[in-house]
Nanobody, 125 residues
Framework: QVPLVESGGGLVQAGGSPRPSCAAS????????MGWFRQAPGKAREFVAA????????YYVDSVKGRFTISRDNAKNTVYLQMNSLKPEDTAVYYC??????????????????WGQGTQVTVSS
């Protein structure tokens, strides 16, 4: 088990730059690749970004490339999502997830084994 707890969401103005984080419990965090997904009201959950176990490779959905940055600190068992230039369409519940395959960086929900409870990010125009 890899309990995950997200934080750092909230109400942000368009153009803002919040940085949600996801803290993991246990001693195996560095053996997991990590991902961020989001679910907007009335829509299916979608992939946002992923990072391999070492942070050496990152992956993004096209709609956030150049605006969002995923990173991790294995010493702190934490993964981050730096969000810049936020738009109202970025409003969603953001979930972090852990994949047992360290080098994966998958965009597929089914590849992820553990999920956090989500943190709401609301972007006002």
């Amino acid at each position: 088990q890899v309990p995950l707890v997200e934080s750092g969401g909230g109400l942000v103005q368009a153009g803002g730059s919040p940085r949600p984080s996801c803290a993991a419990s246990g001693r195996t965090f560095s053996s997991h690749s990590m991902g961020w997904f989001r679910q907007a009201p009335g829509k299916a959950r979608e992939f946002v970004a992923a990072i391999t176990w070492s942070g050496g490779s990152t992956y993004y959905v096209d709609s956030v490339k150049g605006r969002f940055t995923i990173s991790r600190d294995n010493a702190k068992n934490t993964v981050y999502l730096q969000m810049n230039s936020l738009k109202p369409e970025d409003t969603a519940v953001y979930y972090c997830a852990a994949d047992n395959t360290p080098w994966s960086g998958s965009s597929r929900e089914a590849e992820y084994d553990y999920w956090g409870q989500g943190t709401q990010v609301t972007v006002s125009s």
